[in-house]
């Protein structure tokens, strides 16, 4: 069973930054596209950024473009989210996820292309 496990998240201060960790039990990131979502109290779950693994072209929601880094480490099936200028908007629950189908043009930005899915980590950006 397919099981992936975010870490990383926490409490800061607004323009604070964070790291969240995304690591797969099993090789489930080949070839397959590995994103962000995340979900405010009272709102949908959003597209946060998605990353092809055999690719290095990184696509972000226009919200967090320039603010947020997706990366990956190949070797150690992770993926990562640089979270740089927090804002308070960004509070939310973050969550990794996994989509199996193919490369897409502009990523893959919906929930429901994602099978796999993480418990999510808590941001909480506050003064």
């Known amino acids: 069973q397919v099981q992936l496990m975010e870490s990383g998240g926490g409490q800061v201060q607004p323009g604070g930054s964070l790291r969240l960790s995304c690591v797969s039990t099993e090789r489930t990131f080949s070839g397959y596209y590995m994103g962000w979502f995340r979900q405010a109290p009272g709102k949908e779950r959003e597209f946060v950024s998605t990353?092809?693994?055999?690719?290095?072209?990184?696509h972000y929601a226009d919200a967090v473009k320039g603010r947020f880094t997706i990366s990956s480490d190949r070797a150690k099936n992770t993926v990562y989210l640089q979270l740089d200028n927090l804002k308070a908007e960004d509070t939310a629950v973050y969550y990794c996820?996994?989509?199996?189908?193919?490369?897409?043009?502009?990523?893959?930005?919906?929930?429901?292309?994602?099978?796999?899915w993480g418990q999510g980590t808590q941001v909480t950006v506050s003064s």
């Open positions: 990353l092809f693994w055999m690719s290095d072209r990184p």
């Open positions: 996820a996994v989509s199996q189908r193919p490369w897409a043009e502009g990523g893959r930005r919906r929930a429901d292309e994602y099978a796999y």
